[in-house]
C-alpha cells in the first residue's frame, strides 16, 4: 500500500500510480451516460406519430436506468480518490454523442436515434474495459455492468426497430 493510500484510506489499486488515469476513464463514461440521459429526456418531450406514447413511456424507463449507471460510475471515480464533474460545460466537454436537433422526433426515426446512441456509448465503454482491469478490476467491474446493461438494451431496441443486426 503506498503511503497516499495509506494516509486516506483509499482502496489500494494493483498500480495505484494509475488511480488518476482510471478516474479518468470512469469520469469519461460518466460524461456519456450523463449526455445519453439528456438527450433521453429530450426524446420523451418530442415524441412524435402513433408510437409516441409508448416511447414516451419507454424513455423514462431508459432515462432512469442511465441515470442510475451514472451514479455508480460517478461514486466508483470517487471512491478511488478521482474528483468528477457532471456538470452541463463538463458533459458537453467530454461527451462523444452528438446532440440531437430541438425537433419533434418520428417515432421510427426516434428508436433509431436512440439505438444508435445507446450503441455509441455501449461500444465507448466496452473499449475503455481492458485498459481499466490493468489496473482496477473493482472499476473494471463496474463498466462491464455498465457494458452488459447497455448492450441488452442495444439489443431491446434493435429488435424493437425490426433491425436483425
Ligand atoms: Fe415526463
Not at 48 to 59: E, I, R, W, Y
Not at 73 to 96: C, K, L, N, Y
Not at 142 to 149: A, F, H, K, N, Y
Amino acid at each position: 500500500m503506498d503511503s497516499l493510500t495509506a494516509a486516506v484510506y483509499l482502496p489500494p489499486l494493483d498500480n495505484p500510480h494509475e488511480r488518476a488515469a482510471i478516474g479518468h476513464e470512469l469520469a469519461a463514461v460518466l460524461h456519456d451516460l450523463v449526455a445519453l440521459s439528456l438527450t433521453g429526456k429530450q426524446l420523451h418531450w418530442m415524441a412524435a406519430g402513433p408510437l409516441s406514447h409508448s416511447l414516451h413511456l419507454q424513455l423514462d424507463e431508459l432515462v432512469d436506468s442511465w441515470r442510475a449507471m451514472a451514479d455508480t460510475v460517478a461514486e466508483r471515480a470517487v471512491t478511488i480518490g478521482h474528483t468528477v464533474d457532471g456538470q452541463p460545460a463538463a458533459v458537453a466537454a467530454g461527451t462523444g454523442l452528438t446532440p440531437i436537433a430541438p425537433d419533434e422526433v418520428q417515432d421510427n426515426l426516434l428508436v433509431h436515434e436512440v439505438t444508435h446512441r445507446v450503441a455509441t456509448v455501449a461500444e465507448r465503454v466496452r473499449a475503455r474495459l481492458r485498459r481499466v482491469g490493468e489496473v482496477d478490476l473493482v472499476s473494471q467491474d463496474v463498466l462491464i455492468g455498465v457494458t452488459r446493461e447497455l448492450e441488452k438494451q442495444q439489443w431491446q431496441l434493435r429488435v424493437q426497430s425490426g433491425a436483425h443486426r
